[in-house]
C-alpha cells in the first residue's frame, strides 16, 4: 500500500530544501550583481565562473560538497546554492546592465543619483531577464534536491533511491511521480507570473 | 593519492566508456534534433505543441526521468541513453526552428529572385545561415548530456558516475575528489569545444 503521510512528509521536505536554497541565492545574488555594477573586475571574474561551473554535471557539483562539508541537510543545501547562484548573477547582472542608455542619460539630466538611477530605472528594466534567470534555477534546484538525497538530506530523492537499493520499482515511482508533478506545476506558475510581469515592463 | 585512485577506480576504461556514450548520444540528439527542426519548419502549426513538450520534458529532474524510465527499460545503458536523448532534444530542436525562420528577408528574396524553388532556399539558404544556432544549441546539448549520463552511474549504466556513488557510499574522500574534478575537468573541455565550433561557424555564417 502507499503510505501517503511518508510521501507529504518527502514532498514537503523537499520543497523546504529546493526553495530554502533558492531564497538564500536570490539573497546572495542580487546585491552581489549590484555590486558587479560598480566593479567591473569583479563582474568578469564571476561571469568567467558561471560560465565554468554551468558546464558541470550536478551529479559532480553533490558528490564534491561531500569532503568539504560531510553529509546532511547543511551541505545539501550548500551544493545547490553552488549550483544555482552563478546563472542567478549572470541573469541579474546582464538585466542591469543592459538597459537602453537613453533612460539613464535621460535619469541622470533630472538629476537621480547613481543609487536612484539603479532602485528607479535600472532595476524595473531588468525584471523579465530578473524574472527569468529565478525561473530557471527553480526548475535546477528542483532538479539537484532530489539528487542530494543521495547525501543524506532526505525528502523524495531518498524514497527513489531506497527503492532503487531493493530494486523495488513502485517505491521509486512513489517518489518520482511527485517530483514530475512538482516540476510541471513549478514551470506552468513561473510562466504565468514571467507572462503577467513581461507585460508590465 | 591520484595515482591510486585512478588505478584502483580503472579510471581510464571508466573515461573512455563515458565519452563515448556521450559522443554516441549527441550523434543521436543531433539527428533526431535538427530533423525535428526542419520539420517544425515545414509544418509550423505543430511548433507550438511540440516544443511545449519537449519543454515540460526538460522540467523534469534528471534522476526522476532516469527512473521513470526503469519500469520500460530496466537498468543500466538502455534507460541513460534514453534519458540523455530525450533531456537534450529540446536545445537542438528548437534552436534549428528559430535559426531557420529567423533568416534575414534579404537573402531569401536575392534567392527568389534568381529563381531558387523553396526546397533549395532551405537546403542552399535557410540551413547553412542557421548552422550558428544550431551549434549553439548542440553546445547545450553537450552539457545536459554530461549531467545525464554521469547520473547513470547510479543505475549501473557504467561511465564516471560508478566510482562517484561508490566514494560517496564509502564516504572516501579520495575517490570522490578525484573523480568528481574530473568529470568537472572533461564537463569544462567538452563545453569549451562546443563554444569553439560555435565561434568558428558564427565567424563564417554569422550576420555580424
Redesign the interface.
Known amino acids: 500500500m502507499i503510505n501517503y503521510d511518508i510521501i507529504l512528509n518527502a514532498v514537503v521536505g523537499h520543497l523546504f530544501l529546493a526553495y530554502s536554497a533558492l531564497l538564500i541565492s536570490i539573497i546572495i545574488a542580487i546585491p552581489l550583481a549590484v555590486l558587479s555594477l560598480f566593479n567591473r573586475y569583479l563582474a568578469s571574474v564571476l561571469l568567467v565562473f558561471a560560465n565554468?561551473i554551468?558546464?558541470?554535471?550536478?551529479?559532480?557539483?553533490v558528490?564534491?560538497v561531500?569532503?568539504l562539508l560531510g553529509?546532511g541537510f547543511k551541505p545539501a543545501i550548500f551544493a545547490i546554492i553552488l549550483r544555482i547562484i552563478l546563472p542567478l548573477f549572470k541573469n541579474t547582472f546582464t538585466g542591469l546592465k543592459d538597459v537602453d542608455f537613453v533612460y539613464i542619460d535621460s535619469a541622470r539630466g533630472i538629476g537621480l543619483s547613481q543609487l536612484e538611477i539603479i532602485r528607479y530605472i535600472r532595476f524595473p528594466h531588468a525584471f523579465p531577464a530578473i524574472f527569468a534567470g529565478i525561473k530557471f534555477s527553480a526548475?535546477i534546484a528542483?532538479?539537484?534536491?532530489?539528487?542530494t538525497s543521495?547525501?543524506g538530506a532526505g525528502g523524495l530523492?531518498e524514497l527513489?533511491f531506497e527503492?532503487?537499493t531493493n530494486?523495488n520499482?513502485p517505491k521509486?515511482?512513489t517518489?518520482?511521480i511527485p517530483?514530475?508533478i512538482i516540476?510541471?506545476l513549478?514551470?506552468v506558475s513561473f510562466s504565468l507570473i514571467e507572462k503577467r510581469i513581461s507585460l508590465k515592463y | 593519492m591520484i595515482a591510486q585512485v585512478w588505478k584502483n577506480q580503472q579510471l581510464t576504461i571508466k573515461t573512455i566508456e563515458h565519452l563515448s556514450m556521450v559522443f554516441v548520444a549527441l550523434a543521436i540528439i543531433i539527428v533526431i534534433g535538427v530533423a525535428i527542426g526542419i520539420f517544425l519548419y515545414n509544418k509550423k502549426y505543430l511548433s507550438n505543441i511540440v516544443l511545449n513538450i519537449l519543454n515540460i520534458i526538460e522540467t523534469i529532474p534528471e534522476l526522476v526521468l532516469l527512473v521513470i524510465l526503469m519500469p520500460f527499460f530496466g537498468i543500466g545503458y538502455k534507460p541513460t541513453m534514453i534519458a540523455s536523448i530525450l533531456y537534450s532534444i529540446l536545445p537542438v530542436a528548437r534552436n534549428t526552428y528559430v535559426g531557420l525562420i529567423q533568416v534575414d528577408k534579404q537573402y531569401l528574396e536575392s534567392a527568389r529572385a534568381m529563381g531558387l524553388a523553396e526546397r533549395e532556399i532551405l537546403w542552399k539558404i535557410r540551413i547553412p545561415l542557421a548552422l550558428p544556432m544550431i551549434a549553439a544549441g548542440i553546445r547545450i546539448a553537450i552539457v545536459f548530456v554530461m549531467g545525464v549520463i554521469t547520473l547513470g552511474g547510479l543505475i549501473a549504466a557504467g561511465g564516471l558516475g560508478g566510482p562517484i556513488q561508490t566514494g560517496i557510499h564509502l564516504y572516501d574522500r579520495d575517490i570522490i575528489l578525484v573523480t568528481g574534478l574530473w568529470i568537472g575537468i572533461l564537463a569544462v573541455l567538452l563545453d569549451s569545444i562546443g563554444s569553439f565550433i560555435e565561434k568558428v561557424l558564427n565567424r563564417k555564417y554569422g550576420y555580424d
Open positions: 565554468l554551468q558546464a558541470i554535471p550536478s551529479f559532480a557539483v558528490a564534491i561531500v569532503p553529509i526548475i528542483n532538479s539537484v534536491a532530489i539528487l543521495l547525501i530523492g527513489i527503492g532503487l530494486f520499482i521509486v515511482l517518489g518520482a517530483a514530475v516540476a510541471v513549478l514551470d
